[in-house]
T-cell receptor, first 113, second 118 residues
Framework: DSGVTQTPKHLITATGQRVTLRCSPR?????VYWYQQSLDQGLQFLIQ???????AKGNILERFSAQQFPDLHSELNLSSLELGDSALYFC????????????FGPGTRLTVL | AQTVTQSQPEMSVQEAETVTLSCTYDTSESDYYLFWYKQPPSRQMILVIRQEAYKQQNATENRFSVNFQKAAKSFSLKISDSQLGDAAMYFC???????????????WGAGTKLIIKP
């Protein structure tokens, strides 16, 4: 158990809908990262937050947005969902903005029908 | 831009034997971190081992060790005494250590599926 929690574990929805994925980092970690893993592929970095502020953006679609709240939990919002958005979404956390090791949550499996 | 390449989509090894997974990367930076993560069927991403580029000594964690060749930009993972529980996807990942670089994302290889034969 890495100490990073993600909810829900599974999510099934329809095209065009909007969903919210939630992540709670390890106690004491200020940085949160979001990654997307499509079927049998490596991970793609989406976005990073540090202590409530956005620090870096990767290949995140405009239909996706995220935020980190004062209690340091983070939410990833996915809207106007398409079939291709079906994937495993991971949250990871680290101590600081430059801390080298990221610890991963169990992931949320999103299925868009 | 940095890239990570894992050229072996799948590897198999007999239980109790030793197997080596390959990873190469491309970067112009001199300071960085390299990682191996394991993803079992549960899909949890588990850190196996990490290596700091400025350290010449190869990292070791129990049955897992790396062969880090900085000049060759190679970072292979050796698993000794393979166990059934080692069966998983193994991902190699790179992260910049540049202080002024605010992007600390992990850059991932495509993964190697490791099969353990009983």
């Amino acid at each position: 158990d890495s100490g990073v929690t993600q909810t829900p574990k599974h999510l099934i929805t329809a095209t065009g809908q909007r969903v919210t994925l939630r992540c709670s980092p390890r106690s004491g970690d200020l940085s949160v990262y979001w990654y997307q893993q499509s079927l049998d592929q490596g991970l793609q970095f989406l976005i990073q937050y540090y202590n409530g502020e956005e620090r870096a953006k990767g290949n995140i679609l405009e239909r996706f947005s995220a935020q980190q709240f004062p209690d340091l939990h983070s939410e990833l919002n996915l809207s106007s969902l398409e079939l291709g958005d079906s994937a495993l979404y991971f949250c990871a956390s680290s101590v600081g903005v430059s801390a080298d090791t990221q610890y991963f949550g169990p992931g949320t499996r999103l299925t868009v029908l | 831009a940095q890239t990570v390449t894992q050229s072996q989509p799948e590897m198999s090894v007999q239980e109790a034997e030793t197997v080596t997974l390959s990873c190469t990367y491309d970067t112009s930076e001199s300071d960085y971190y390299l990682f191996w993560y394991k993803q079992p069927p549960s899909r949890q991403m588990i850190l196996v081992i990490r290596q700091e580029a400025y350290k010449q000594q190869n990292a070791t964690e129990n049955r897992f060790s790396v062969n880090f060749q900085k000049a060759a930009k190679s970072f292979s993972l050796k698993i000794s005494d393979s166990q059934l529980g080692d069966a998983a996807m193994y991902f190699c990942a790179y992260r910049s250590a540049a202080i002024l670089d605010s992007n600390y994302q992990l850059i991932w290889g495509a993964g190697t599926k490791l099969i353990i034969k009983p």
